[in-house]
């Protein structure tokens, strides 16, 4: 008689620990942290610069230039040293593909990914519309 007693407060206890779990676990949701508050570009900014508007002529070609054109110049298949062609590239999503090397695409440069904020750079510029700026 005692032991069932036992028993059955037992599972009592079961349940209001189950239940006491349930809310203390529905209270930590509530407590996460928010999300960061803005738009991705502020994130931008804050790490990388000003990416408001990316230049093509000050920032774009540059990258290009020094990290690209020793083997994508005007002699070879892909050609990426002046704009009409590294537009071509950036429609095709090749160019911002080939920088993250996420295995759709060649990983390039060759040698080793460009650090994320040049990505960064390159991938505005592209949602920017590609201007020819
Ligand atoms: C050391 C030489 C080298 C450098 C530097 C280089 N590439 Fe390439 N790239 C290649 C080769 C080789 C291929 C293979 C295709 C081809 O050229 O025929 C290629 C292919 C590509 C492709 C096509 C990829 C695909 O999977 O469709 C793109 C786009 C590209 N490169 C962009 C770039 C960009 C942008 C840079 C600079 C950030 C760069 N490459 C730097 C050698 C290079």
């Not at 407060?9 to 209001?16: T, Y």
């Not at 508050?37 to 990316?54: A, F, H, K, Q, Y």
Request: proline letters at 5%; one cysteine or more; hydrophobic letters at 35%.
């Amino acid at each position: 008689m005692e032991l069932k007693y036992f028993y059955k407060n037992r599972i009592h206890f079961q349940l209001a620990f189950l239940m006491f779990l349930f809310v203390s676990c529905k209270h930590d949701i509530g407590k996460l942290p928010k999300p960061i508050s803005g738009n991705s570009n502020t994130v931008v900014i804050s790490e990388c610069g000003d990416l408001s508007v990316v230049s093509y002529s000050t920032q774009i070609q540059p990258i290009i230039n020094l990290k690209c054109v020793s083997c994508h110049d005007a002699s070879t298949g892909i050609k990426l040293y002046n704009y009409p062609n590294l537009v071509l590239y950036a429609n095709s999503g090749q160019l911002v593909g080939c920088l993250n090397g996420n295995g759709s695409y060649l990983q390039m440069p060759p040698t080793g990914s460009l650090d994320s904020c040049t990505i960064k750079i390159i991938a505005s510029w592209v949602q920017q519309g590609k201007l020819n700026n």
